[in-house]
C-alpha cells in the first residue's frame, strides 16, 4: 500500500528528483531553442528563406515537436519517414 507521505529521510530524496526534473526540462528547452535558432539561421543565411517562409518553417517544427511529445511519433518514424522519402540517413 502506498503513502502520499514521505518520512524525513525521503523527502530530500524526492525533493532532488524534483529538483534534477526541472533542470532536465530546462535544459531539453534550451537544447530545442538552440536548435531552432541554428535552423533558422542556416535557411536564412544560406538559402535566403525570409521571414514568411522562416515563420512556417519555425510553426512546423513546434507542431512536429508537439507530436513527438505526445507519442503520436517517434524518433525512429521520423528517422524511417526521412530516408524513405529523401534518401538521407540521419544517425543518432
Known amino acids: 500500500m502506498g503513502s502520499n507521505f514521505f518520512n524525513n529521510r525521503q523527502l530530500p530524496a524526492q525533493q532532488r528528483r524534483v529538483k534534477n526534473r526541472r533542470d532536465a526540462d530546462k535544459l531539453i528547452h534550451s537544447s530545442y531553442t538552440a536548435f531552432l535558432l541554428l535552423g533558422t539561421m542556416a535557411l536564412h543565411d544560406q538559402f535566403g528563406f525570409g521571414g514568411a517562409r522562416l515563420g ?25 519517414i526521412i530516408k524513405n522519402e529523401t534518401g538521407i540517413e540521419i544517425k543518432f
Open 56 to 80: 512556417k518553417w519555425i510553426d512546423k517544427m513546434n507542431e512536429l515537436k508537439e507530436c513527438y511529445e505526445k507519442g503520436l511519433v517517434s524518433v525512429q518514424d521520423l528517422q524511417s
